[in-house]
């Protein structure tokens, strides 16, 4: 590749990457669905360290995995001054080592805001479930929406969440569990928690 057209692709990447930050660093709500690219998600993470204005984000559909989760999970935690209140990470190929840097985020004080969290088709299975369970138990999780439709929790994987329910500290009010094979003792888990808490 000749220097030109590498200075040029270089200018192109760094331009793409400025504006994400200012997208994220000025608005209130931002959606990057099926936007971002592998460089990307570092100078998004930057961002997230730092806004003050954010208060919705959607990554939805750009195929993050586990280590760019963490990166999110990490700018999330690294920010006190965050008043990002809805995260929607549906579709992402996140799985149960993702989450479990999600669930380290969510109950962290710096994430206390958070109210809203969508996880919708993650390949999210037991484990995954069972460090969401923890991290609703935390009396710093704020969290009061959580979709996990469409992953693969199974009965167990309920029976942690309900577990969490029935919490004394658990502030969660929507829970969304279609298309896992949760079965009927699941349900069971479920429904017990809701009669007792």
Not at 56 to 82: C, R
Not at 88 to 97: A, F, M, P, R, T
Not at 125 to 143: D, K, N, P, V
Request: hydrophobic share 40%; aromatic share 4%.
């Amino acid at each position: 590749m000749s220097l030109e057209k590498e200075r040029f692709r270089q200018w192109l990447e760094d331009t793409r990457r400025e504006e994400f930050e200012g997208r994220i660093l000025t608005g209130g709500v931002v959606s990057l669905r099926d936007e971002l690219l592998d460089g990307d998600i570092s100078a998004v993470a930057n961002a997230l360290a730092r806004t003050t204005t954010l208060t919705a984000v959607t990554f939805q559909e750009n195929q993050l995995g586990s280590d760019k989760t963490k990166l999110i999970a990490d700018a999330l935690q690294s920010n006190a001054n965050s008043i990002l209140q809805a995260l929607d990470l549906s579709q992402n190929d996140i799985g149960n080592e993702g989450v479990m840097h999600l669930a380290d985020a969510i109950s962290h004080p710096n994430c206390c805001k958070l109210r809203t969290l969508n996880l919708c088709h993650n390949r999210i299975g037991r484990r995954g479930a069972m460090h969401l369970a923890q991290a609703l138990r935390r009396s710093t999780s704020q969290l009061q929406v959580l979709h996990l439709g469409a992953n693969r929790i199974r009965a167990k994987g309920a029976g942690y969440l309900a577990r969490a329910i029935s919490h004394s500290g658990c502030k969660l009010k929507d829970l969304k569990l279609y298309s896992n094979a949760i079965g009927s003792d699941g349900v069971k888990h479920l429904a017990n928690a809701l009669r007792y808490s």
